[in-house]
C-alpha cells in the first residue's frame, strides 16, 4: 500500500497541519511576548522575551479602576451564564419531553429568529432599556442574552439522546417534573451542560459590542471594553494592551482546558 | 416557558419595533412617518453602498475559504493513523476561546506597518518592502479577513469532526477493500454524508459575517477612507455615534435581515440540490 503518491500525501497532511498549528498558535506566543517588552520593542517586532513585564502590568492596573472591572466581567459572565444554560436548557428539554400542537410550528418560527442579526435588535433593546430605566445596570447587559436560541436548539438535538424510560421511571417513582429535570436529566446531561457551559460562557465574557452601547460609567466597564480603549488613538501602548489582552483570554482558556473532554463528548451528542 | 418569556421581550418586540421604526424619519427621539422615505435614501448612500459591498465581499470570499479549511483539518484529524492527533486539535481550536477584542488588537500590533508580520515576510524575502497592512484599502480587507479565517476555523472543524465521528466506519473499510481512493473516500462519502452539518456551519457563518462588527472596528475603525466598514458598524455609528437617525439605521439593519433571509434559502435550496 505504501506507494509515493501515498507517502507525499501523508507529508502533505503533516505540513499543512503544522503550518496551521503554528498560525493559530503565533498569535498566542506573540500576546506573551510583547507584554514582557518596551511598546518600542514590540512595535519593532522583537520576538525574545523583555524585562518590562511588571511595568506593563502596573500601567494596565493604573489605567482604569481594574478590581471593579474585573468583578464587572467576571459577575457579568458567571450570572449570566448560570441564568442562561438554566432557562435555554429548560426550554430545549420541554421541547423535546411535551408534546403539543404547537411544538414544531413554534419551534421552526425560534430557527427562523435565530437568522434575524443583532444590528437588527440593537436600536429597539437600547430605547427598550432606556424606557425601563435599566441603562448602565448589570441586567440590562445579562438579560437580553439570558435566552439564547442556540443553545435552546442545542439542548433540544441533544436532548434526542436522553432515554425517555428513565423519565418514565422517575414518574413512576414519584417524583415531580421540577425533580425530574434537577436530580435525573442534568445528572444524564453532564456533558452536554459542559459544551454549553463553554459556549455560553464565551459570548458572555467577550461581548463587546452590546456593553459598548448599554454602559455608559467608567465603573461599568468589563474587561474587553477596557482593552479595546487601551488600543484606540493614534500610538497606544500595545505592551500594556497585550496584558490585557491576556487577562481577557485567561478564563476563557482555563475554562476550555478544564471542560475539553466533555466538550467535545457533547458536541458529539448535538450533531447527531 | 420564562425562555419563550424572555425570548418574547428580548426579540420578538424588537423585531416588530424595529419594522415600524424603519419607517420613521427624524432625528434624536423625534419621529414622524416618512413612508419609504428611508428606503430611497438608502439607493442613494454612497457610504451605505460602500458598507454593502464590504460586507458581501468579506462574505463571499471568508466563508467559503474557512468551510474548505475546517473541512480539510477535519478530515485529516479524524484519521487515527495521523500522530499528534489531539496536539494538533487543540492547536488548531485554540483561537475560538480568545477574546473577540484581544485578539484583534493583536493582530493589529503584528501587522503594524513596522510589526511582527512584516519583519519575518522580510525575513524570508517574500516581499522586498514593508506593506501598510492597515493603511492600504486592499490590505486591510486582507487583514480583516485573515483575522475572522484565524478565529473561526477551528470552531467550524469542530463541528466536522464531531460529525464524522458518527459516520459508521465500516462504509469506509468497503470502500478500502474496494481500492476506493483517499481523496474519493473524502468527496464521495464524507463530503455527502456530512452534509446537514456543512449546510449548519455555512448559514451560521453567513449570519455571523453579515453581523461582522468588533474586527474591523477594533483593527481599522472602518478605514481607510471606509474600505472594511460592514453593514453593522454603519447601523452602530448612525445610531450612536454621530447624531442619532434610528429610524434609517433599522432601515439598513433589516437589508442585513433580508440578506440573511435570501442566503440561507439559497443555501438550503443548494443542498436539496445535490441530494436529489
Avoid at chain 1, 116 to 138: D, G, H, W
Avoid at chain 2, 197 to 226: C, R, W, Y
Wanted: charged fraction near 10%; glycine fraction near 6%.
Amino acid at each position: 500500500m505504501s506507494n509515493p503518491l501515498a507517502l507525499i500525501g501523508r507529508t502533505a497532511t503533516y505540513l499543512a497541519l503544522s503550518l496551521a498549528a503554528f498560525v493559530s498558535v503565533f498569535p498566542f506566543f506573540w500576546m506573551i511576548i510583547g507584554s514582557t517588552n518596551t511598546n518600542a520593542d514590540l512595535i519593532r517586532g522583537k520576538s525574545t522575551f523583555g524585562d518590562a513585564l511588571w511595568r506593563n502590568i502596573e500601567v494596565f492596573f493604573a489605567s482604569a479602576d481594574m478590581p471593579r472591572v474585573f468583578f464587572n466581567s467576571i459577575f457579568i459572565a458567571g450570572v449570566g451564564t448560570i441564568l442562561t444554560l438554566l432557562v435555554s436548557s429548560l426550554a430545549g428539554y420541554g421541547f423535546e419531553m411535551f408534546r403539543s400542537r404547537f411544538r414544531e410550528k413554534l419551534f421552526g418560527g425560534l430557527l427562523l429568529m435565530l437568522s434575524i442579526p443583532f444590528a437588527a435588535l440593537m436600536i429597539p433593546l437600547f430605547i427598550l432599556m432606556a424606557n425601563l430605566k435599566l441603562m448602565n445596570t448589570y441586567q440590562a447587559i445579562i438579560l437580553p442574552s439570558v435566552a439564547s436560541i442556540f443553545i435552546v436548539f442545542y439542548f433540544r438535538q441533544a436532548t434526542k439522546a436522553f432515554p425517555h424510560e428513565l423519565r418514565d421511571a422517575a414518574r413512576i417513582d414519584g417524583l415531580k417534573e421540577w425533580q425530574i429535570f434537577l436530580y435525573v436529566y442534568m445528572p444524564v446531561m453532564r456533558s452536554t451542560y459542559a459544551a454549553a457551559t463553554i459556549i455560553v460562557f464565551m459570548s458572555h465574557w467577550n461581548n463587546y459590542l452590546w456593553p459598548l452601547i448599554v454602559l455608559q460609567t467608567n465603573d461599568m466597564k468589563t474587561l474587553p471594553l477596557v482593552v479595546a480603549t487601551l488600543s484606540q488613538g493614534y500610538s497606544p501602548d500595545f505592551a500594556v494592551v497585550m496584558v490585557g489582552s491576556i487577562f481577557a483570554t485567561l478564563p476563557t482558556l482555563i475554562i476550555f482546558f478544564l471542560l475539553q473532554r466533555q466538550f467535545v463528548q457533547g458536541m458529539l451528542g448535538a450533531v447527531k | 416557558m420564562p425562555a419563550l418569556v424572555l425570548l418574547g421581550i428580548f426579540m420578538i418586540y424588537p423585531i416588530i419595533w424595529s419594522l415600524w421604526m424603519s419607517f420613521q424619519v427624524g432625528r434624536g427621539m423625534q419621529f414622524s412617518f416618512g413612508g419609504l422615505t428611508n428606503i430611497i435614501r438608502l439607493t442613494q448612500d454612497p457610504i451605505f453602498i460602500r458598507a454593502l459591498t464590504n460586507t458581501l465581499i468579506f462574505l463571499a470570499v471568508q466563508v467559503p475559504i474557512m468551510l474548505v479549511l475546517a473541512l480539510l483539518f477535519a478530515n485529516a484529524l479524524n484519521n487515527p493513523n495521523i500522530w499528534g492527533r489531539g496536539i494538533f486539535r487543540t492547536a488548531i481550536f485554540l483561537p475560538c476561546v480568545t477574546s473577540l477584542v484581544a485578539y484583534s488588537v493583536t493582530f493589529k500590533s503584528m501587522f503594524a506597518s513596522d510589526g511582527v508580520i512584516n519583519q519575518m515576510l522580510l525575513g524570508l524575502h517574500v516581499i522586498s518592502s514593508p506593506i501598510p497592512w492597515l493603511a492600504d484599502p486592499f490590505w486591510a480587507k486582507v487583514v480583516v479577513i485573515s483575522a475572522i479565517t484565524w478565529r473561526w476555523t477551528g470552531y467550524n472543524m469542530i463541528f466536522y469532526l464531531a460529525a464524522m465521528q458518527n459516520i459508521d466506519k465500516s462504509i469506509y473499510e468497503a470502500a478500502k477493500i474496494d481500492g476506493v481512493p483517499a481523496w474519493a473516500r473524502f468527496w464521495y462519502i464524507t463530503v455527502p454524508m456530512l452534509k446537514p452539518v456543512i449546510l449548519f456551519t455555512a448559514v451560521i457563518s453567513t449570519i455571523g459575517t453579515l453581523q461582522l462588527f468588533d474586527e474591523p472596528n477594533l483593527l481599522t475603525s472602518g478605514g481607510p477612507s471606509d474600505s472594511t466598514l460592514t453593514l453593522s458598524m454603519y447601523i452602530y455609528n448612525l445610531s450612536f455615534r454621530f447624531m442619532p437617525s434610528f429610524g434609517y439605521a433599522a432601515t439598513v439593519s433589516y437589508v442585513i435581515v433580508v440578506l440573511v433571509a435570501i442566503l440561507s434559502f439559497l443555501q438550503f435550496l443548494a443542498a436539496r440540490d445535490r441530494r436529489a
